[in-house]
């Protein structure tokens, strides 16, 4: 499923989340393309994706580079789900 909402916390009826680029509900797979954007919150990404795991969620972060090559962002996606 592309662009989902995943709620990492809740107070008093208020929600707060993050918005996956994909989810995969049935193995907790987030799956975030990475563009140039993410080599300016290096620490905003590794504070989001350890709250991520802590709840139990494996990320899977594919640079836009990659996508060049789909066969093998395919492959890493297949692992990913095998793991």
Known sequence: MRQRPIIYNEI???????VADFYCAEKRLIIELD???????KE????RE???????YKILRIKNEE???INQVKKKILDA???
């Open 12 to 18: 008093l009826g208020e929600r707060e989340y993050y």
């Open 35 to 41: 563009g140039m954007i993410h080599e300016n919150q």
């Open 44 to 47: 905003y990404d590794t504070d």
């Open 50 to 56: 350890n709250t991520l795991k802590l709840l139990d």
């Open 67 to 69: 996508l060049h090559n």
């Open 81 to 83: 789900c095998e793991n």
